[in-house]
């Protein structure tokens, strides 16, 4: 700016120019730092201004979720194929129950193909040890393994255990029982629900696709509304 306003002087003084031009010079001249000044802010201004955000309509957002749900699930599928999970059987207290028919309807509720075993995982019994125990108990004893956490109305996982209660083993559940389920589905439901806990799967509580309820719901208490269902949905095939 100073040496335009020099120019000017000189031209003007030897009579190149007149003051009137000298005067628009100055003027353009500051016109020209103005504008270099707003654009020199012009990145910050933009940066600032934010853009609506666009929320798409209810039911496409669901039906995106349960696309990438189902897209994740199947790349879970192919990483555990092959894998293999190992359990041990064990009692607590006075068993009434068959328990070879415990050990034999558990090991087909694990493998069966409706169930986890869609991510391509085995279950295996072995004599002592495995990745997990399974534990049939006696009502009475189940909060034994967990005051927190257990109760003697329902059946639960700590640990390495995956504790089935022997009331609800033999006689379902009052929700399930009035909601029409059978006790072969009750019991292919509270195996799945409790192995869903060792493999990392904390509870749901709302409806999947079509209205069932996830494996992971406490279906043995309430429905939600839900229909039962004692098979985990494709979106809850993972595990941590």
């Known amino acids: 700016m100073f040496v335009v306003l020099s120019i000017v002087s000189i031209l003007s003084s030897i009579g190149l120019i007149s003051i009137n031009a000298g005067a628009a010079i100055k003027t353009n001249s500051d016109s020209i730092s103005s504008n270099l000044e707003l654009i020199q802010i012009l990145p910050t201004t933009i940066s600032a201004i934010k853009a609506s955000e666009i929320k798409p309509p209810d039911w496409l957002q669901v039906q995106y979720d349960a696309e990438q749900a189902a897209a994740r699930a199947a790349s879970r599928r192919l990483s555990y194929s ?63 393994f967990s005051p927190n956490i257990c109760t003697s109305d329902w059946s639960c996982q700590v640990w390495r255990y995956v504790i089935i209660n022997q009331t609800r083993w033999e006689d379902g559940s009052p929700a399930w029982n009035q909601a029409g389920g059978s006790l072969r589905d009750y019991r292919h439901m509270v195996i799945n629900h409790e192995t869903g806990h060792r493999l990392g799967h904390d509870h749901l509580y709302t409806c999947g696709d079509g209205g069932k309820a996830p494996v992971m719901m406490q279906q043995s208490i309430d429905l939600r509304g839900c229909s039962f269902n004692p098979w985990p949905l494709d979106s809850e095939l993972w595990r941590s």
């Open 82 to 144: 092959g894998l293999v999970y190992t359990y041990s059987v064990e009692t607590r207290g006075v068993i009434t129950s068959s328990l070879s028919e415990f050990k034999f309807l558990a090991n087909q509720t694990l493998n069966d193909p409706r169930g986890w075993a869609r991510m391509g995982i085995s279950f295996q019994e072995v004599a002592y040890g495995g990745n997990f125990t399974l534990v049939l108990s006696n009502a009475d004893l189940v909060d034994d």
